[in-house]
Nanobody
Framework: QVQLVESGGGLVQAGGSLRLSCATS????????MAWFRQAPGKEREFVAT????????DYADSVNGRFTISIDDAKNTVYLQMNGLEAEDTAVYYC????????????????WGQGTQVTVSS
């Protein structure tokens, strides 16, 4: 059973930091593109960041570029999203996603999705 399980969300003050984790299991994700999306209340789900499993290629939404960093720990089969300089506008449910054979995709046509983790930024 392939699973993506997000963790690390919570409540943080504006300007603070959080690190989200996406623990993968059920198969090897070598050759996959991994991504983070988010959905705020009343908003459509939007692209945040993507990375190839090898870590050799990354892409970020303009709204988070320079503040967020996506990374892979291959030994732990885990994808991370380091979020610094958090703003109230970053409040959303954050979802981890995986797509086989495609990297740096900003579209939501991913093969696997996690259930999400809530990030709330107080201003």
């Amino acid at each position: 059973q392939v699973q993506l399980v997000e963790s690390g969300g919570g409540l943080v003050q504006a300007g603070g930091s959080l690190r989200l984790s996406c623990a993968t299991s059920g198969r090897a994700f070598s050759g996959f593109g991994m991504a983070w999306f988010r959905q705020a209340p009343g908003k459509e789900r939007e692209f945040v960041a993507t990375i190839s499993w090898s870590g050799g290629s990354t892409d970020y939404a303009d709204s988070v570029n320079g503040r967020f960093t996506i990374s892979i720990d291959d030994a732990k089969n885990t994808v991370y999203l380091q979020m610094n300089g958090l703003e109230a506008e970053d409040t959303a449910v954050y979802y981890c996603a995986a797509r086989e054979g495609v990297v740096n995709s900003r579209r939501m046509a991913y093969d696997y999705w996690g259930q999400g983790t809530q990030v709330t930024v107080s201003s």
